[in-house]
Structures are given as C-alpha cells and as structure tokens.
C-alpha cells in the first residue's frame, strides 16, 4: 500500500466526525467518535502502521467516485473486464438538533456488482489511537471485536472474517445482482456486547440517510450558474459541523503538508473563531439560517467564559475545552514522509486581533437577516468591542499565524476596523448600549492608521505589514468587508500588483514565502485556494467581470473529483494541506453568489436566488 494524491478522497461523515474514503476503495482517515478524537484510521499519515479499512477488486482496473445526487452518500466504482462492482459508503445521521447524543456511530459499506462478476478482497486493520494503543481481535460467529484499551470497535459482517495479526480479513465473488453490506460500528471500550443490539438494516439507514441530506439541502436558496458546485460545498461545510454544539471545524484532518516533505502541518481538527465566523457567512448566504443560529449560541458560550483581558482564545474544541496542547508523533511517517505529524496547536494561544472583526460582521449579518440576536450576547459582544479599542495597536501573529515574531499587519488592522463598525451599526439599529463614542474613535484611528501606514506608495499597493513592502493577499479582502470602495485607486492599483507578484496563471499566493515575507517556518507551500476567491471577489466588485469569470472558472477546474478542496494548490496542480478545509468551501460560495449576482445585474436578470442575505456581496448602509 502507497501515498494515495490527497485529492483522491471523499468524504462521508454524521456531523460528529468525518471518515475519507480513497478512489480504490480504502478508508484512510477516520477519527472516532468525534472529530478531534483520536484516529482509528490513519493510513493517509504512515501507510504502514496507521491503520485501514479497504474493500476493493483483487484485480484491478478503473475507478471512479460520485456523491449520490443531493447527498453526502459516497459512491466507487470498480470497473473490470469481468463486471462491475460498487460501494456505497455512509455514516447514518441520526439527529442533528442541538445536544443529541447518538446512539451509535457507524460507517455503513453496501457492495455490490451491476455486471458480470467480480472478486473482492476485504481488509480491515484498525490502529488505535493513531498508533500508539495495541489491540486484540476476537471473532464472534460473523463478526470481529477489535479492542484497545480506551475504545472498541465492531466489525459486523454478513459472510465468515479471517482474524490475524490484528488484522481481519475476507475474500468473497459477488455476481450481477448480488449484495452485501459490512458495518464498522464505534463502541465504548466496555461495550463489545452491545454490538449491533437493534441493527437498523442497511437499506433503511441508507433510505434514512438519503432523506436527511436532501431534506437539509432542499433549504439552500441558490439557483444559479455554479448549482452543483455550490451544493456540494454547502454539503461539505454541513458535514465540518459538529451537531451537539454548533461548532465547525476547519477541516476534519490533520497534518496533511502544505509541501510535500515539508514541516508545514497542521492540526485543524479545531474551530478557529475566524473560520467558523467565515462558515457561517457562507450558510447565511445559502439561507441556512438555523447552522448560522447553533453557531451564534455556540460564541455566546465562549463569550462566558473570556479571557482575563476580556479577550477571545483564537482556537477552540469542538466541545469548548481551551487547552489544545501542540505535540508531535514521531512514530509516525507523515503523509510521503512529511514530517513531522502534529495533533493538537499552538495556535490557540497566538494573538490574532483579525478574528474579532470576522466575528462581529457575522453577528451583524445573522441578526440582519437570520434571528435578532439577544440582549446578553450583544452585552458579552460589547466586552470584545472594549477589547478591540484598547488593543487594536498591538503587534500580532495574523490571519497565517506566523511564528516569526509579531507584526502591524494591515489585515489584522482592518478588522479590528471592521470589529468596531460592526458594532456601531449593531447598537444603532437596535438601539442597544454601548460605549460608541469610544468605538466611532478608535474605528477612525484606525482607519486613518491603515491608510498612513499601510499602503506604500512606491509599489502602489497596501502591504502586508507596517513594516515591509511585501504584499499579501489577505489584503483583497479590504473591498469585500467594505473598508475601502472596490474602486478607489488605492484598491484597484493593490488589485493590480497582487495580479502581477502573487499569482501563478489564475492561482494565488497568500505571501511569497522567503526574505520578503519571512513567516518562521521553513520550506514552501503551494498556493492558496481561499485567496484565489477573494481575488474573484475583489475583480468581481471592481468591474472586471469578465477577469472574475475566467479566474474563478479555471479555479474549479482544481477541485478534486468530487468538488472538494483542500486548503491549497501545488504547483502543478495537485490539492496540499488538510482536506477538504472549510475555508475554500466558504471562498467558493461567496465568489460563485457575488459573481452570479454581477453577471445578472449585467445582463439584465434575477435568476440567482429566490432571496438570500449577502454577507460580502452588497454594501450594508450604516
């Protein structure tokens, strides 16, 4: 068993934690039960000892991969000269209201042929604990127990399993018109007896399953040129949400490279306060109100519990826990030997002042265009808007977390603009209290301080911090968020010389990595996709339809087969970094409903929507 291209997988999950499925038939990730628990699979990160669970052709031939229509339901087929075969791939949802704890979890495999006859091999080898726990393997009449000494886990099976060597194995011959279907089922580590007690058979959870996903996505409101696209990353951004509590995480892995063989990997198992506030304008402008709803209750638990200086962690658990401690596993390979592998992050103690202003321009469009939020979140808001006024001129890390040093960046400058105007036009429209005599001036000094410091005019363009002249993409945002008109000629021209340093054809560059840009870390990275959007979004505002198009049309053509994304771009053309990563999927919606929008208005129509709020597509009167 080799490296699998990371763009190679699928997904399938039951919003509480996701397993990725490759093209021939393995599943190579799967942390159970949650999200940010540790893996029971684990092969993409060490192909020797990390552990799989593959069902595919003994001999081989084509594959290819679908999502049944409307669905997170995974199909691979195997295509031979003697038959064709297929696995429909799942993880039943049984609820996803606030709070539910689900009885079970499991990941359900349906096999079966459509033509001729094929041979297929089962192999399913589990590796706890990303490794590092052994297990014993017991057969019970079909079935296998595979059990750690924290976790269990149930391989339910309709044909006789070989037990060796930790591992479980079969081999069966399926022909037109047969079936099986195997469950792989998550179970305490004193609860082997349970197993399966009340089966739900698997055409009914697939039935089930099927219903959920089409009814959730029957909600979504876009109806234009980019339909599926767009469905599929409103799936996908459904699945990074973790049901009991609201939150969203970045992306359901870790520690997939940013450059092959490089140190650049990273944990996102997480909730970045930034991406999950950037998710929720993405639902948002779907329609998906009540996403949007879990997450707001989700801050306003967060907001309980700050900070001493009254400020925000930037990182969070998925159940709200603080402590995130960064380690490194070195029994383990990495993915193509990119080391090294890490779970947890020390991200969750960096300063980054950005994600208020993220934050705050959520809350501003849920309350506008979803549930006016309550009096004692808007009270706990008006801690962080303190905050923002007393700290805004500090240094920080930034959007890209750098770990070089603290900076002025002009990103993180902005928001804290955008945290404060947010906040203004909250109190005013609702006419809530709050100190905004002491908002509207440091919102001006602030701005007033963007504009002196950071925009260079040798290069014509506004940097990425105060004390450079290195550019950085993450400034593309400032036309999107309203702090400077798209066409200004301070915008168009930082437009213009983003277009001619920070691109590579139609794909772009969060900062050149090296002497210009110095971030702390060594080694390269590809570029990144959730910044080639903004650029669609930037050209889009400024005018240039016609260049927004043509960018963000080569940039599908990026996606995996599926649709998905990781969070960058190789340069030759291959998905990096964690997959599929929630930010793209927010880059993607917004360009395709911003863009939709224009070319409408252009050509004189309004078949987009039937009525969705814009998040970043629209200016919002004061």
Not at 74 to 100: H, K, N, W
Not at 154 to 177: K, N, Q
Not at 560 to 575: D, K, M
Request: hydrophobic share 35%; charged share 20%; with cysteine.
């Amino acid at each position: 068993m080799t490296y699998k291209p990371i763009g190679d997988y699928g997904i399938i999950g039951d919003l509480h934690t996701i397993a990725l499925v490759s093209t021939n038939g393995s599943i190579d990730w799967c942390c159970l039960p949650h999200f940010d628990s540790p893996s029971v699979f684990a092969a993409m990160l060490d192909h020797k000892q990390g552990g799989h669970f593959k069902i595919s052709p003994i001999h081989e031939g084509n594959q290819r991969q679908m999502y049944l229509p409307e669905t997170n339901i995974l199909l691979t087929r195997f295509f031979q000269e003697d038959g064709v075969g297929e696995i429909t791939d799942f993880m039943p949802v049984e609820s996803d209201a606030p709070g539910y704890i689900p009885k079970r979890h499991q990941i359900i495999r349906m096999v079966a042929v459509t033509r001729g006859q094929v041979q297929f091999r089962l192999e399913c080898a589990p590796s706890f604990n990303y490794g590092r726990d052994s297990h014993t393997v017991m057969t019970r009449d079909t079935n296998v127990i595979f059990r750690s000494q924290h976790a269990v886990l149930g391989l339910v099976s309709p044909i006789p399993i070989e037990a060796r060597e930790g591992m479980a194995f079969a081999e069966f011959t399926l022909s037109e018109g047969q079936s099986l279907t195997f469950f792989i089922e998550y179970l305490e580590a004193n609860g082997s007896d349970t197993l399966l007690a009340t089966p739900e058979s698997g055409d009914m959870a697939f039935q089930n399953t099927s219903a959920f996903w089409q009814r959730w996505l029957s909600q979504c409101q876009y109806s234009g040129r980019w339909r599926e696209t767009v469905h599929r990353s409103a799936l996908t951004l459904k699945l990074l949400t973790y049901a009991p509590t609201g939150a969203i995480v970045a992306a359901p892995t870790t520690s997939l490279p940013e450059a092959i063989g490089g140190p650049r990997n990273w944990d996102y198992r997480y909730t970045w306060m930034r991406d999950a506030a950037f998710t929720v304008y993405g639902l948002l402008r779907l329609g998906f109100t009540t996403e949007a709803g879990r997450f707001m209750d989700w801050l306003n638990a967060r907001c309980h519990d700050l900070n001493p200086d009254g400020s925000l962690q930037l990182v969070y658990g998925i159940d709200g826990r603080r402590n995130l401690p960064e380690e490194e596993l070195t029994h383990l390979d990495g993915y193509q030997s990119s080391k090294p592998v890490r779970i947890g992050n020390a991200a969750s103690h960096q300063l980054q002042l950005d994600m208020y202003g993220t934050l705050m321009d959520a809350v501003y469009l849920y309350d506008k265009h979803g549930t006016s939020i309550s009096f004692d979140l808007w009270m706990n808001l008006c801690r962080l808007l303190d905050y923002v006024c007393n700290n805004w001129e500090l240094p920080d890390e930034g959007i890209w977390e750098v770990r070089g040093g603290r900076r002025h960046f002009v990103y993180s400058k902005v928001m804290c603009w955008v945290a404060l105007d947010r906040g203004i036009r909250l109190a005013d429209q609702r006419g809530f209290p709050g100190n905004r005599t002491q908002w509207m001036h440091e919102r001006d000094r602030i701005y007033i301080d963007v504009m002196e410091r950071g925009y260079n005019t040798e290069i014509e363009a506004f940097v990425q911090h105060y004390d450079t002249t290195a550019l950085d993409a993450a400034n593309l945002i400032m036309s999107l968020v309203h702090f400077v008109s798209p066409t200004d000629p301070r915008m168009i021209s930082t437009l213009n010389r983003t277009l001619e340093q920070l691109t590579m054809g139609s794909l772009v560059y969060r900062y050149r990595v090296g002497e210009a840009a110095p971030d702390g870390l060594e080694g390269d990275e590809g570029t990144f996709s959730m910044c080639t959007f903004w650029l669609v979004e930037a050209l889009t505002r400024a005018g240039r339809l016609q260049e927004a198009r043509l960018i963000f049309e080569k940039m599908l053509s990026y996606a995996n087969h599926l649709r998905l994304y990781a969070e960058e771009v190789s340069h030759t053309g291959e998905q990096l970094g964690n997959f599929p990563q929630a930010f793209t999927h927010f880059g993607l919606i917004s360009a395709a409903t911003n863009l939709d929008l224009a070319l409408n208005t252009r050509q004189g129509t309004t078949t987009m929507t039937r009525r969705t709020p814009s998040p970043s597509s629209k200016p919002q009167k004061p």
